[in-house]
RNA sequence: GCUUCCAUAGCUCAGUAGGUAGAGUGCUACCUUGGUAAGGUAGAGGUCACGGGUUCAAUUCCCGUUGGAAGCUCCA
């Protein structure tokens, strides 16, 4: 341990090897609460971070590895655009700016948005205040003071009222800028060599719709010219994996004004990918003892006040149609009607665990503007199924649900574990309204979730507010290329639904014995699936998936009936072959066909038709060279045959 | 749903400081029968998203509707 001597005359001990940026922290968490001025004498040094005068923890480093250090790089940047806009437009108000994962952004209350000119304004007046290489200094005031020096800043005062009694009350200070903040940040304005403007929009006052709406203005800043080059190309990479361009350019999907906003349909190549993979997790799932049934679409509104679907999901749904003497509702969700299915008859606590599966249309009310393409629909194919098993059962069901996602992300499409996290998503204790109301349902569900995670050796985060209303869930998240947060994969845990619907099942004792439902989705829905699968592989779909598995290239007008006869005989083994016997030239077909990502080019010539080969082209190696027509089937018929299509 | 921006040929986009439009690509025909990422010529295609308003005149300006984009809110 070490002696650190405060200001104040107070000690504060710290371990061995801390960084300046512990210490800090240890400081600023209330350790050494009334240590407002603190001084270090002890012997700790890091060359990242330096701790001045006031407790003004200052930052050298902007690195991947050191969060903190590009936070308050970026947490500098975001003053330095108030700072320039209250320049420009002094009546503005300042609300909120801080760091993001990539970059940092500012909210202003402002009388009009603003526009392009005004944001090419407020970035040439941002590099001049990083020119004037103002010092950044901090200081703390007492409740009274700080809300007087905030007079005329309204979103200032109602943050620090919001402050708890005792909390220190610190502020930054560059130029005649002043901010309130906790910091840290890096030592002067100078120290931010690049910055751009990216976007604006309009963004809630403290997140809630009911709040004004301020203007936000999101910006990026680096220390090198290349590092925020290298950014915008990342961005520009991006934009082009966005499965919308792919889906478009691809022929995958097509929308209508005339069929609506969220409502996609799916081209004849976005079809042949969603039934093979529809197939694909039918079967997987028959191997695991799941039986599959049809369901309608529509169901009485009684059967959703029934499983409480009406008083805490009806304003997603689709308004009620009425009918001479019934009220019918689009399904939002299967659960329900699979309740009534293993309701239909009376099970043995020898029959559990019911695996009831089905791929359903769901219809869902999303605001017109969160719909995006494939990703976010209002009527969606889910990959549903519902567990009815034993208390008993949870644990070894649960688990077997998380097998089977690692085998199909991970074993069959050999997704990067990079591109997912797993989320344990609860409750928020404090809506009563958002869920059923029954404490000691969603403590035991909850803890049996995580205990589950904490066996498999799950790393996962835990995000309150994130539960479906009948139980918490585990939610695999992935990010798109819009960076969008989404939910693919999800299991939950439901002790509710089978109380509504009175389920049960004859215990060993001869006894009626309330079963637990999971719920879970392995694909997701079909749609948001096929997004996915767009953007991580760029369009170039695995062999198995691809709507167009070979294309035979005549070279001139005489193979036309040899590659025909070629075609025929692979569509007779379900290899989807098209021939391109258009009048071009062979340069031309390979390009186009290289651009639509077709895995496998036939080039067919009088060569080939002499000696019964195809030259073959593949879409990552290029000229293969021959084989004979036999050779090549079997060889792509075996690529094809690993995935059981 | 909210804030801002956008909507011109099948696609990607230019254009008109108010006088009814153009490129590339694709499509069709003809010439060319060509061997691993773009052969040539010609032609067809648009009530400039839809509905109002201002104006002698609106694709262009204004309002509304629909659809789209970014973000917010919400969510598989």
Redesign the pocket.
């Known amino acids: 341990m070490i002696k650190i001597t405060l200001k104040d005359g107070s000690n504060l001990d710290i371990e061995q090897g801390s960084t300046i940026l512990q210490v800090a922290k240890k400081i600023s968490e209330g350790l050494a609460r009334n240590a407002t001025c603190g001084e270090v004498n002890g012997e700790i040094k890091d060359l990242r971070y330096e701790l001045h005068e006031n407790c003004n923890l200052v930052i050298h480093t902007f690195q991947e590895d050191d969060l903190e250090g590009k936070k308050a790089y970026w947490h500098t940047s975001s003053h330095i655009m108030a700072q320039a806009v209250k320049r420009l437009f002094p009546n503005a108000k300042i609300a909120i700016g801080p760091s993001i994962d990539e970059g940092f952004y500012y909210d202003f209350d402002v009388e009009k ?1 603003f ?1 392009d000119e005004d944001k090419a304004k407020i970035e040439e007046e941002m590099k001049k205040i990083i020119k004037e290489n103002l010092e950044i200094k901090r200081f703390s005031l007492p409740r009274k003071d700080a809300l007087k020096l905030m007079e005329n800043e309204p979103y200032k005062i109602e943050l620090i009222k919001d402050l708890p009694e005792g909390e220190e009350i610190s502020f930054y200070e560059q130029g005649n800028f002043t901010d309130l903040c906790a910091g840290p940040h890096v030592e002067s304005t100078g120290k931010i060599k690049t910055i751009k403007i990216l ?6 006052w403290r ?3 009911k709040n004004k ?1 301020l ?2 203005i ?1 910006a990026i800043s680096f220390p090198k010219a290349s590092m925020l080059e290298d950014y915008l190309n990342l961005l520009e990479e991006a934009k082009q994996r ?1 499965h ?1 361009k792919i889906g ?2 691809q022929e995958i999907f097509m ?1 209508h ?1 005339l069929v ?3 409502l996609p349909m799916y081209l004849p190549n976005g079809a042949t990918i969603r039934r093979i993979l529809e197939r694909y997790i039918q079967d997987k799932e028959i191997e695991l003892g799941y039986e599959h049934v049809y369901t309608p679409s529509l169901a009485n509104v009684e059967l959703y006040k029934t499983s409480g679907h009406w008083e805490h999901y009806k ?2 749904m689709f308004p009620v149609m009425k009918m001479e003497n019934e009220e019918m509702v689009l399904r939002p969700m299967n659960c329900p009607h699979h309740m009534l299915v293993y309701k239909n008859k009376l099970h043995s606590y020898r029959d559990l665990p019911i695996k009831i599966g089905e791929l359903a249309n769901d219809f ?1 009310y ?8 494939l ?4 009527q ?1 194919c ?1 990959n549903d199924a519902h567990l009815f098993v034993r208390p008993d059962q949870i644990k070894e069901e649960v688990g077997k649900v998380l097998n089977l996602i690692f085998e199909v992300y991970q074993k069959d499409f050999g997704f990067p574990s990079s591109a997912f996290s797993f989320r344990l ?1 609860l409750r928020d204790k404090n809506n009563k309204e ?1 869920y059923i109301d029954n404490d000691k349902m969603w403590e035991t569900a909850e803890s049996q979730l995580r205990e589950i995670l904490k066996q498999l050796k799950i790393d996962f985060y835990e995000a309150e ?2 539960a ?1 209303f009948y139980g918490p ?1 585990i ?1 695999i998240q992935i990010k798109t290329a ?7 994969p ?1 299991c939950q845990l439901d002790f509710a639904l089978p109380e509504r619907f009175d389920l049960s099942f004859i215990g060993e004792d001869g006894k009626e014995h309330r079963p637990v439902v999971i719920h879970r ?1 392995i694909l ?2 079909s ?2 699936f096929i997004s996915f699968l767009i953007e991580e592989t760029k369009g170039a779909f695995p062999l198995w998936l691809c709507p167009t598995q070979v294309k035979i290239l ?5 193979q036309h009936e040899y590659a025909n006869k070629i075609k025929n005989q692979f569509t007779k083994k379900r290899i989807r072959v098209v021939v391109d016997d ?7 077909k ?2 186009e066909a ?2 639509e990502k077709i895995p496998y ?1 036939l ?6 038709v002499d000696e019964n080969l195809v ?3 593949s879409r990552e190696d ?2 293969i060279g ?1 084989m004979s027509i036999e050779q090549f089937e079997e060889k792509i018929l075996n690529e094809i045959d690993t995935k059981k299509n």
């Open positions: 948005p526009t976007s604006s929009s309009g963004a809630y997140g809630s719709e709406m203007q936000r999101y966005d919308r478009k350019e929308t004004p609506g906003s969220g304003e997603d869902r999303e605001a017109s503007g969160s719909v995006c393409g990703e976010r629909v209002r969606m889910q998503s958002k507010g994130e479906a869930k939610d819009l960076n969008h947060d989404i939910t693919i999800t989705a997701g829905s749609d948001r005549p070279i001139t007008d005489n258009r009048n071009e030239k062979t340069g031309y390979i390009r290289q651009l080019m080039i067919v010539g009088p060569k080939e030259s073959i082209r290029g000229d021959t």
